[in-house]
């Protein structure tokens, strides 16, 4: 199985920038989908951005031209989102999603990191 574990989150003021970073153990797997979406306090969870094996990304419109999601080409293990000009409404625990295929079988999977908080401070 897939493990994700995410870091990079924590306290910033608004205007401040932070960068998440997503990677998955504990199995080789061909990646196809990575993406972060986020869960506020009494919301739903919500895409924030993400990209697929096929180079397409898409974003949340609240989010476009100040976040960034890139992947590792090299290794496909890991996910990045690059956070500018943070914002209070952009407080939400975040979370790193990846599906894909486990190798060598080929069976595919699906799964969540544990969430990671960010809180941005007016």
């Known amino acids: 199985q897939v493990r994700l574990v995410e870091s990079g989150g924590g306290l910033v003021q608004a205007g401040g920038s932070l960068r998440l970073s997503c990677v998955g153990t504990g199995a080789r797997f061909l990646a196809n989908d990575m993406g972060w979406y986020r869960q506020a306090p009494g919301s739903q969870r919500e895409l924030v951005a993400r990209t697929t094996s096929g180079g397409v990304t898409e974003y949340a419109d609240s989010v476009k031209g100040r976040f960034t999601i890139s992947r590792d080409i090299t290794e496909n293990r890991m996910v990045y989102l690059q956070m500018n000009s943070l914002q209070p409404e952009d407080t939400a625990v975040y979370f790193c999603?990846?599906?894909?295929?486990?190798?060598?079988?080929?069976?595919?999977?699906?799964?969540w990191g544990q969430g990671i908080q960010v809180t941005v401070s007016s």
């Open positions: 999603h990846v599906d894909g295929q486990l190798l060598p079988e080929t069976r595919t999977f699906d799964s």
